[in-house]
């Protein structure tokens, strides 16, 4: 084999061992991704069913039901609601009325299990997306009970 064909062949396979390392990383990042939906975006039927996400707001008030490791409750952003099931132990800082951020799946019936169930960790902080969700939908019920003609 001439030189020049060598260096050809030696150029070739480094081109598609590069291309192949390319769709390793391209393929670890996308099974790693993560999205994150609000209740309101989740009963829209904006989530996907059958693949890992996150979905975040508020833990609503008498909605926590503990049976042992089993744990229920529901998510909400005041303007709609997403029933978690959880097994495991709860944050320290899980409370009802507090906000909450849940990793897990959503099921054909549109119940949400989760496998991770973050507490925020302070009293100021919520994630953006959850934090302008949240502003959108008092906003939006704050429009609807405050009707022209009242």
Same mark, same amino acid.
């Given at each position: 084999?001439?030189?020049?064909?060598?260096?050809?062949?030696?150029?070739?396979?480094?081109?598609?061992?590069?291309?192949?390392?390319?769709?390793?990383?391209?393929?670890?990042? !996308?099974?790693?991704?993560?999205?994150?939906?609000?209740?309101?975006?989740?009963? !829209?039927?904006?989530?996907?069913?059958?693949?890992?996400?996150?979905?975040?707001?508020?833990?609503?008030?008498?909605?926590?039901?503990? *049976?042992? +490791?089993?744990?229920?409750?529901?998510?909400?952003?005041?303007?709609?609601?997403?029933?978690?099931?959880?097994?495991?132990?709860?944050?320290?800082?899980?409370?009802?009325?507090?906000?909450?951020?849940?990793?897990?799946?959503?099921?054909?019936?549109?119940?949400?299990?989760?496998?991770?169930?973050?507490?925020?960790?302070?009293?100021?902080?919520?994630?953006?997306?959850?934090?302008?969700?949240? *502003?959108?939908? +008092?906003?939006?019920?704050?429009?609807?009970?405050?009707?022209?003609?009242?």
């Amino acid at each position: 084999m001439k030189p020049r064909h060598q260096r050809f062949l030696f150029i070739t396979l480094g081109v598609a061992a590069l291309a192949i390392a390319g769709m390793f990383v391209l393929n670890a990042f !996308q099974s790693n991704l993560v999205f994150f939906f609000t209740p309101t975006q989740v009963s !829209q039927g904006e989530a996907p069913k059958g693949r890992a996400f996150r979905v975040g707001g508020m833990v609503k008030e008498g909605s926590l039901k503990k *049976d042992g +490791e089993n744990v229920q409750f529901v998510v909400t952003d005041y303007a709609h609601d997403v029933p978690v099931r959880f097994k495991g132990l709860l944050p320290d800082l899980f409370k009802e009325g507090k906000g909450v951020v849940a990793q897990g799946k959503l099921s054909d019936d549109n119940q949400f299990t989760a496998a991770e169930v973050l507490a925020k960790h302070d009293e100021n902080y919520m994630p953006p997306e959850a934090k302008h969700a949240m *502003d959108k939908a +008092e906003a939006a019920k704050a429009a609807q009970s405050v009707k022209p003609g009242n």
